[in-house]
């Protein structure tokens, strides 16, 4: 994977990535959902700028990775895009004071391993 390509991997995943947090700041906002309320909430999420906010993220994110998907072969950029995991779970970590417990380290250090190895182009 070329340095531009994987620019636009990176921009795809840390504009998803920020959708998630903003999907999931909008989600505390949002409640809790039960039974009784599950139909209000939903018609409620318009109403929720962050959770607008996190979808536009989604969609600006899928942009760039069909765009991605232009220059890289599939079986390429669908693992690379893995590197998001990392992202979010540090995002969780540092914004949100959510736990990392060492499994979990270990199991981001595969992650990233996974990907190098898939990215990874030998020089011939």
Not at 64 to 83: D, E, G, M, Q
């Amino acid at each position: 994977m070329s340095i531009p390509e994987f620019s636009l991997l990176l921009i795809s995943v840390l504009i998803s990535v920020a959708g998630q947090f903003f999907l999931k700041m909008g989600a505390i906002k949002l409640g809790k959902v039960h039974g009784e309320n599950m139909i209000n909430l939903i018609l409620n999420m318009i109403t929720i700028p962050e959770l607008l906010l996190g979808l536009i993220c989604y969609g600006i994110g899928a942009v760039a990775y069909i765009l991605l998907l232009t220059k890289v072969n599939l079986s390429v950029a669908a693992p690379a895009v893995s590197i998001g995991y990392i992202f979010s779970v540090l995002l969780g970590y540092f914004v949100l004071k959510e736990p990392i417990s060492l499994t979990r380290v270990f199991g981001l250090g595969l992650i990233v391993s996974g990907v190098i190895l898939v990215i990874w182009k030998k020089s011939t």
